[in-house]
């Protein structure tokens, strides 16, 4: 399948969407319904994650594939470093290429409570860049890598800028793209971007919108990853936190505002965490394509 490498050169702008594997039965035929819908969207790729939020690591590579052969859309699996060996990481490697799937966001993973010491002891990978390494070594040119950039620094950095540099890193080491942590600070934005520029990193830095449909969900999961509430963004759900029509409205008219911007202002593609649902997506590019290409 396309190399995602090749899409963003070749477009001025990507739309892409992200979905995780669900915990159940019922609600993987429910995913398979819902990539119908995104499918109708003609998003440039999506991307699966891999345990992210405790869920299921052995269906995102079934779901990518699905994405695949389903609806003849690139996929992009996720896969964490963090608990797996060099060994295992060599199996799910082949298994990805016997699914030809090409693209692979190359990540650490959030620790687990009990910590993870593999990188010396258990024949395992620390960081992010020596998994993005092994790839590379292992794949060659076959695949496309993207890694996760942190506009306002990773929660475990000690600074923005030492956070650039890990950054770096992972390009140096085979990376081809970065796709950011959510945000809702333009600004963080476009600030990390001239940081990277600043460092001599010229690859593409998609970023990643949270479609927002869930106010009190929504602050804990940014809690979590490290990612400031905006005042606006409180002003604008708190009040309307019980009313589940006016914040899934509220949520396209923010993304929409937002996206319009990042657009306005070079961003080279959207890549939206749909929480597995199509409506919201489905608007927000419906607003998006209709907009005057200046504004
Ligand atoms: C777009 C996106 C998708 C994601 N998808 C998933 C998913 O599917 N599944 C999942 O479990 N999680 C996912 N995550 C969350 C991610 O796994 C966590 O944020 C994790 O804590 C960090 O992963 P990383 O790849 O950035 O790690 P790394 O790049 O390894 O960085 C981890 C920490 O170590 C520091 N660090 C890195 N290298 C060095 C070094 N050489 N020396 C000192 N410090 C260093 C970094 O500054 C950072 O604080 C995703 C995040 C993003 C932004």
């Known amino acids: 399948m396309r190399l995602l490498t090749d899409i963003l050169k070749s477009k001025q702008l990507t739309f892409s969407l992200e979905v995780f594997p669900p915990k159940t039965e019922k609600g993987y035929l429910r995913l398979q319904e819902t990539l119908g819908e995104m499918a109708r969207l003609n998003p440039d790729f999506i991307s699966c994650t891999y345990g992210a939020g405790g869920g299921n690591r052995e269906r995102t590579l079934d779901i990518a594939a699905y994405i695949q052969t389903a609806h003849n859309i690139p996929a992009m699996a996720h896969l964490t470093c963090v608990g797996h060996s060099r060994t295992q990481i060599r199996a799910i490697l082949d298994e990805i290429r016997s699914r030809n799937i090409s693209n692979i966001l190359a990540l650490r993973g959030d620790l687990p409570a009990e910590g993870w010491d593999g990188a010396a002891t258990r024949d395992g990978f620390r960081y992010s860049s020596e998994l993005v390494a092994f790839i590379r070594e292992y794949c060659g040119r076959d695949c496309s890598i993207g890694v996760a ?147």
């Open 149 to 295: 950039g942190f506009p306002e620094g990773h929660v475990e950095a000690k600074s923005r800028e030492a956070d650039a540099l890990v950054l770096k890193e992972k390009v140096l080491a085979g990376a081809d793209f970065v796709i950011t942590q959510l945000f809702f600070n333009n600004s963080d934005y476009f600030d990390y971007v001239h940081r990277l520029r600043e460092l001599g990193i010229n690859k593409p830095i998609v970023p990643g919108i949270l479609l927002i449909r869930d106010y009190q969900g929504m602050i804990r999961f940014c809690k979590q990853c490290g990612t400031a509430v905006s005042d606006e963004v409180h002003a604008l759900f708190k009040p309307i936190a019980d009313d589940p029509g006016k914040i899934l409205k509220t949520g396209v008219e923010f993304a929409v505002r937002q996206c319009l911007d990042l657009i306005k202002n070079g961003a080279p593609g959207i890549h939206f965490y749909t929480l597995n649902k199509a409506d919201q997506v489905a608007e927000v590019i419906k607003n998006l394509s209709a907009a005057p290409p200046s504004s």
